[in-house]
Nanobody, 133 residues
Framework: QVQLEESGGGLVQPGGSLRLSCAAS????????IGWFRQAPGKEREGISC???????YFVDSVKGRFSISRDNAKNTMYLQMSSLNPEDTAVYYC???????????????????????????WGQGTQVTVSS
């Protein structure tokens, strides 16, 4: 079965950290550009990071310096390490796979509308991150 599955979300206090996982099955993560996205209540889905096959990683300014990426190739899993979390980071977080680096980078600048989600080959189901005291 071909799928992406996120995990690791939860409730964390402001200033805290979480590590999200994006596990792929049925395909190799390294063969795709992996985008990380989040969607807060009432808002569009926004891109926050792109990880390209050559290892290049891009972050939007709002998370730069606080979020980082790692991967475990043996587990076919990528991780989004989030630190210094604040309430504005509260959202459902998704990972998605695409063959287009330009598409992923575009969505660091513009929202991924419903009609655009089909441009990604695979989406995970999302994991909720809530930052609250």
């Amino acid at each position: 079965q071909v799928q992406l599955e996120e995990s690791g979300g939860g409730l964390v206090q402001p200033g805290g950290s979480l590590r999200l996982s994006c596990a792929a099955s049925g395909f190799a993560l390294n063969d795709y550009v992996i985008g990380w996205f989040r969607q807060a209540p009432g808002k569009e889905r926004e891109g926050i990071s792109c990880v390209e096959g050559d290892g290049s990683v891009y972050f939007v300014d709002s998370v730069k310096g606080r979020f980082s990426i790692s991967r475990d190739n043996a587990k076919n899993t990528m991780y989004l390490q989030m630190s210094s979390l604040n309430p504005e980071d509260t959202a459902v977080y998704y990972c998605a796979a695409t063959t287009s680096a330009l598409r992923c980078r575009l969505h660091l600048m513009v929202a991924v509308t419903n009609s655009r989600r089909g441009e990604y080959d695979y989406w995970g189901q999302g994991t909720q991150v809530t930052v609250s005291s």
